[in-house]
């Protein structure tokens, strides 16, 4: 995000608001949390300095920076970069000063009443419905204001209440990220089928429109099911399905695969199926599934049945 949203441009004296805003209008308080353009700009301010360092040390830091200098991994922060003036933030004063600063308004951005209600909602809206009952929200919600913003509090919360409870009865249409790595698990999940190359996966991926990291606007991927469910997205996953259900020779290779290297189809899913599976698929599923004539064949259907594409 510091390098997506340009805050590597954000310095004192020429302020750069893009991650500021996002950080309140996405990642905490969200849309309607109750922020001003005033707050976007003295938030922009206070992470003045904020960035990324691909070298091993700081370059061309003056004597008297070096003292509040950090960098941390790729992360840095270059105090001579810093707007430490005095500032005001959702109606309350911020201290000027270094990295403490920025410590201290993420804090109050992180414990903010809004910022528990987004957050709460967004994970009640991926793991229980697309409409999550407002009672469970609620509920979690409080459990993150009085916790302070534990989330594995949160989620506790949210698994005994009954409204994840009635979840579990509605059918649950996976994602792409979950659809691939469900399916990969499922049918790979051997000893003789070791899966050693993930380019494959990043391929099929990309061709269900959700390729890692390649989002193009900041909100990330979409997280209703109803944002996946579309003719295009199926005639994509049954070409998906049939390239992963073949054993494709390139996922065991770290490098290009010997010319005379044979597809291993993976008969983990079959078994699987036969083991633990069968008598909970619906009847239609399993008939079709009976005239299967390869293990290629099985595994397609398996990938591209509606018992499989929802959780």
């Known amino acids: 995000m510091l390098i997506y949203l340009d805050n590597f441009q954000n310095r004192a004296g020429k302020i750069n608001e893009n ?11 969200g849309v309607d949390g109750g922020y001003t353009q005033a707050d976007v700009t003295a938030l922009s301010r206070s992470l003045t300095g904020l960035a990324v360092n691909y070298e091993k040390d700081e370059t061309g830091l003056a004597e008297q920076y070096r003292a509040g200098y950090e960098h941390d991994g790729l992360f840095e922060f270059r105090p001579e970069r810093h707007d430490a003036s005095d500032k005001v933030l959702l109606g309350k004063p911020v201290k ?8 201290t308004v993420v804090r ?34 409080a459990t993150y204001s009085r916790t302070g913003g534990d989330l594995s509090a949160v989620l506790r919360t949210m698994l005994g209440h009954q409204g994840f409870e009635a979840s579990l009865d509605d059918n649950d249409f996976k994602d792409p990220m979950r659809y691939v790595l469900g ?9 003789e089928t070791l899966v050693v190359n993930a380019q494959p996966l990043i391929q099929w991926l990309s061709a269900l429109g959700q390729a890692p990291f390649m989002r193009d606007t900041p909100d990330g991927y979409p997280i209703r099911r109803t944002d996946w469910q579309s003719s295009g997205q199926m005639a994509a996953r049954f070409d998906v399905a049939q390239r992963m259900a073949a054993g494709p020779t390139q996922l065991f290779f770290i490098d290009s695969p010997p010319n ?42 398996w990938l591209a049945s509606p018992d499989f594409m929802h959780a």
């Open 260 to 301: 005379d290297t044979k597809p291993l189809v993976p008969d983990a899913g079959h078994l699987l199926y036969d083991k633990w599976l069968a008598n909970n698929v619906r009847p239609a599923t399993r008939q079709v599934l009976a005239q299967a004539r390869t293990l290629h064949e099985w595994n397609v259907l």
């Open 96 to 103: 000027g000063g270094g990295m403490d600063e920025v410590q």
């Open 183 to 191: 399916g990969m698990r499922m049918l790979y999940d051997s000893p």
């Open 19 to 29: 991650y500021g805003r996002e950080l309140m209008e996405l990642h905490t308080l």
């Open 108 to 141: 109050r951005l992180a414990r903010h009443p809004s910022t528990a209600r987004h957050i709460s909602r967004k994970l009640a809206t991926w793991l229980v419905a697309d409409e999550p009952p407002e009672e469970l929200v609620k509920a979690m919600t």
